[in-house]
């Protein structure tokens, strides 16, 4: 059974990636995605990690809000 969870997880992160828009946006460049990911977590790495997350946290709660779709939810915190 755990398998079957990593597997639902890695799937509903990938379809983040692909709701921010960031697929089309780097036009599909795996590199540009994964710097963008390395990016955000040295950030959370540092000393302003409390205020990123906040900030972060309040623009996911915004998009899932503004969407209709029901499969939108927003998972753990």
């Given at each position: 059974?755990?398998?079957?969870?990593?597997?639902?997880?890695?799937?509903?992160?990938?379809?983040?990636?692909?709701?921010?828009?960031?697929?089309?946006?780097?036009?599909?460049?795996?590199?540009?995605?994964?710097?963008?990911?390395?990016?955000?977590?040295?950030?959370?790495?540092?000393?302003?990690?409390?205020?990123a997350?906040?900030?972060?946290?309040?623009?996911?709660?915004?998009?899932?809000?503004a969407?209709?779709?029901?499969?939108?939810?927003?998972?753990?915190?």
């Open positions: 059974m755990k398998r079957r969870e990593r597997t639902r997880q890695l799937i509903e992160l990938g379809g983040l990636v692909a709701k921010a828009g960031l697929i089309e946006l780097t036009e599909d460049d795996r590199a540009i995605i994964f710097g963008l990911l390395i990016e955000a977590a040295a950030k959370l790495s540092g000393g302003d990690r409390d205020q997350k906040l900030l972060w946290r309040r623009r996911g709660q915004r998009a899932f809000g969407s209709h779709d029901p499969d939108d939810v927003p998972g753990p915190s």
